[in-house]
């Protein structure tokens, strides 16, 4: 047997190898994550958006972890988005996946960072937002084209996140 010939035939088999190994732990991450809440719907009727940007939904991942990417319901689809700020919460609108929209009420947090799950980038190049689904706390990275969105994004999301402890003292809850 030619030599070039068996050593396109251990790659081929490598490749189908890691491929298949690949698709079994994304497989089994998604029976580990299948106690994941379903996600808030996105409201019939938003308030116009404060902030829109456009970017790359970078993924959800478990808060503090980085690497422990949320694989079910798309959360850990790498994909452009538009992200906007309304009074009601946060909304990414992904193109060929379904929308992820962040209640006012779950918002805990958003901060620049360096990265997360497998997309680095400059220093404080990536906004993350902390936020609670059901009793899992989870960080949603989003890259923004124009780097002067960032910060408005940033404090329009820190403007939510202030305003709904306040609300809720307010109403003695």
Aim: aromatic share 4%; hydrophobic share 40%; charged share 25%.
């Amino acid at each position: 047997m030619d030599t070039q010939l068996l050593s396109a035939l251990v790659t081929a088999g490598l490749i189908a190898v890691a491929l298949a190994m690949i698709g079994l732990g994304w497989r089994n991450r998604l029976r580990r994550q299948s106690d994941v809440e379903r996600l808030p719907e996105v409201p019939r009727q938003l308030t116009p958006a404060t902030v829109v940007a456009d970017g790359q939904y970078v993924s959800t991942t478990t808060a503090g972890d980085w690497l422990d990417r949320i694989a079910v319901q798309g959360l850990g689809i790498r994909t452009n988005a538009e992200l906007s700020v309304h009074a009601e919460g946060v909304l990414f609108d992904r193109p060929g996946a379904a929308p992820v929209f962040i209640p006012r009420e779950a918002l805990t947090d958003s901060r620049s960072a360096s990265g997360m799950a497998g997309k680095f980038v400059e220093k404080d190049g990536l906004l993350g937002i902390s936020w609670k689904l059901g009793s899992r706390e989870l960080d949603t990275g989003f890259r923004s084209r124009n780097s002067a969105d960032q910060d408005r994004l940033r404090q329009a999301i820190q403007e939510l996140t202030s305003a709904a402890p306040q609300a809720d003292a307010d109403s003695g809850k």
